[in-house]
């Protein structure tokens, strides 16, 4: 039963006491979750999410250089230097096969960095959303859900995505005692589920996306179940 998963509107918004010996779901449609299924699906060996470039050059120095890429956007865009950005059309097969990515992103990686006490770390996103719902649905520990949101504020794409989980997870009615967090974004998918890709596509980081030009990231990152795998970290590293 997972009535008290609470869900958290950005990956500033919780204590690192909060996840602490828990099972996390860290969400981040737009895009570092969807980026990050789609790199160990096409064979990457695995992703270190780094929360800043500083942190990435150290973890490039301890590696062969023939072994790594480094990935990463800032404000959208790929970082100068590095060799990939943060668009999941980037991270194909021929590019990720056996490589150790080392992943920056504004928001995402520094989400999953910030939970590091926890006893479980899974990325979730709409391109795994049923089998991460089944992955915890399996688990004992209390669970929480962080939503990596935009500079600390709320994504409208990872609330939304929170709520589908939940909604797997709790049927069609969530408990009266569940967690605030929880109602809000259970509610919020219940309005908008038959229209999850135009709702995403009128969210503020969509435009933000499309005025880049990666509109087709967009419907992309709003597949539902696409890439079935769990990301975990284990010892710093993403792996599945
Ligand atoms: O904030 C993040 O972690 C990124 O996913 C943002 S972006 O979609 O690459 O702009």
């Given at each position: 039963?997972?009535?008290?998963?609470?869900?958290?509107?950005?990956?500033?918004?919780?204590?690192?006491?909060?996840?602490?010996?828990?099972?996390?779901?860290?969400?981040?449609?737009?895009?570092?979750?969807?980026?990050?299924l789609t790199a160990l699906n096409n064979g990457a060996?695995?992703?270190?999410?780094?929360?800043?470039?500083?942190?990435?050059?150290?973890?490039?120095?301890?590696?062969?250089?023939?072994?790594?890429?480094?990935?990463?956007?800032?404000?959208?865009?790929?970082?100068?230097?590095?060799?990939?950005?943060?668009?999941?059309?980037?991270y194909?097969e021929?590019?990720?096969?056996?490589?150790?990515?080392?992943?920056?992103?504004?928001?995402?990686?520094?989400?999953?960095?910030?939970?590091?006490?926890?006893?479980?770390?899974?990325?979730?996103?709409?391109l795994?959303?049923?089998?991460?719902?089944?992955?915890?649905?399996?688990?004992?520990?209390?669970?929480?859900?962080?939503?990596?949101?935009?500079?600390?504020?709320?994504?409208?794409?990872?609330?939304?995505?929170?709520?589908?989980?939940?909604?797997?997870?709790?049927?069609?009615?969530?408990?009266?005692?569940?967690?605030?967090?929880?109602?809000?974004?259970?509610?919020?998918?219940?309005?908008?589920?038959?229209?999850?890709?135009?709702?995403?596509?009128?969210?503020?980081?969509?435009?933000?996306?499309?005025?880049?030009?990666?509109?087709?990231?967009?419907?992309?990152?709003?597949?539902?179940?696409?890439i079935?795998i769990?990301?975990?970290?284990?010892?710093?590293?993403?792996?599945i």
């Open positions: 039963m997972k009535e008290k998963t609470d869900v958290y509107i950005s990956g500033s918004s919780f204590t690192e006491d909060e996840v602490k010996n828990k099972t996390v779901i860290v969400i981040d449609v737009l895009r570092a979750g969807s980026s990050i060996k695995g992703i270190i999410p780094v929360s800043d470039m500083a942190e990435a050059s150290e973890m490039a120095q301890n590696l062969d250089s023939a072994s790594y890429l480094l990935c990463g956007e800032k404000n959208g865009i790929k970082i100068d230097g590095y060799h990939l950005g943060n668009s999941p059309f980037e194909e021929k590019t990720v096969k056996a490589k150790t990515l080392i992943l920056k992103t504004t928001n995402g990686t520094k989400a999953i960095d910030r939970c590091s006490g926890a006893e479980r770390v899974l990325i979730g996103s709409f795994n959303l049923s089998k991460v719902a089944e992955e915890v649905s399996n688990d004992d520990n209390e669970m929480v859900i962080i939503c990596s949101g935009w500079r600390q504020r709320l994504s409208l794409e990872d609330m939304l995505c929170a709520g589908a989980i939940l909604h797997r997870l709790n049927g069609k009615k969530i408990p009266a005692d569940a967690p605030d967090g929880a109602k809000v974004a259970y509610s919020l998918y219940e309005k908008y589920a038959s229209s999850i890709l135009s709702t995403v596509r009128r969210s503020n980081h969509a435009a933000r996306l499309v005025s880049l030009g990666f509109e087709k990231d967009i419907d992309y990152c709003c597949e539902i179940d696409r079935p769990i990301p975990e970290l284990k010892d710093g590293m993403l792996k």
